[in-house]
């Protein structure tokens, strides 16, 4: 087999697996097997509808924000500010979790802090506005904005306890990585 073509079914044996299981599924139990391919269809279909638009944001982000300035509001050095941008863009967000990942590859690249590429994922994960306002019409003000005080509280003692156990050899690491491979 030539090297290609291995690299290429090394690239998506998760793919070629899921494919195996789910046919496996549709022989040994039909009704599961097709429960499981209009799931992965309506996976595969949101991914689809998601994932371009984010690409071409991150692609903006990159053009037109300089490393410098996003260094500067969101680099090691940029204490609270950086904490508010953080929050704000993660907050802001809308879309599934998986959506924030790629862009917290962008801010690494950026030279954006690990704490506030914590933060940032934090965030996009529990202090979402429309998910705030919905739950605020639901369970009223008292309780959304005590889970929201809580849920900041809980973002910054995780993303410090990630940044304070992540060594300085790894950081570096891992910004050379997403310089180069990304």
Same mark, same amino acid.
């Given at each position: ?5 291995? +690299?290429?079914? &090394?690239?998506?044996?998760?793919? *070629? #697996? *899921? ?5 496996? @599924?549709? #022989? ?10 209009? =799931?992965?269809? &309506? ?28 260094? &500067?509001?969101?680099?090691? +050095? ?16 809308? !879309?599934? *979790?998986?959506? /924030? $990942? ?5 801010? *690494?690249?950026?030279?954006? /802090?690990?704490? +506030?590429? $914590?933060? $940032? =994922? ?8 429309? @998910?705030?306002? $919905?739950? %605020? ?16 509280? !809980? ?9 304070? %156990?992540?060594? +300085? =050899?790894?950081?570096? &690491? ?9």
């Amino acid at each position: 087999m030539k090297k290609s073509t291995t +690299n290429l079914l &090394k690239s998506y044996e998760y793919v *070629l #697996i *899921l494919i195996i299981i789910i046919a496996l @599924m549709c #022989i040994i139990q039909p009704s599961e097997g097709y429960a499981a391919m209009v =799931i992965t269809k &309506k996976n595969l279909l949101e991914m689809v509808y998601v994932i371009p638009p984010v690409f071409i944001l991150l692609g903006l982000l990159d053009v037109w924000v300089p490393k410098e300035t996003m260094m &500067k509001y969101m680099g090691k +050095n940029s204490r609270v500010k950086g904490i508010v941008l953080a929050f704000m863009l993660g907050s802001c967000a809308a !879309g599934p *979790l998986y959506v /924030s $990942f790629p862009i917290a590859v962008t801010l *690494l690249k950026k030279r954006a /802090s690990f704490f +506030n590429v $914590f933060v $940032f =994922i934090g965030a996009w994960s529990t202090t979402k506005v429309p @998910m705030f306002l $919905f739950e %605020t019409s639901s369970m009223g003000w008292k309780f959304s904005i005590l889970r929201l005080i809580l849920s900041v509280i !809980g973002i910054l003692i995780i993303a410090k306890a990630l940044d304070i %156990t992540t060594d +300085n =050899i790894d950081k570096e &690491k891992i910004f050379n990585y997403v310089e180069s491979e990304v």
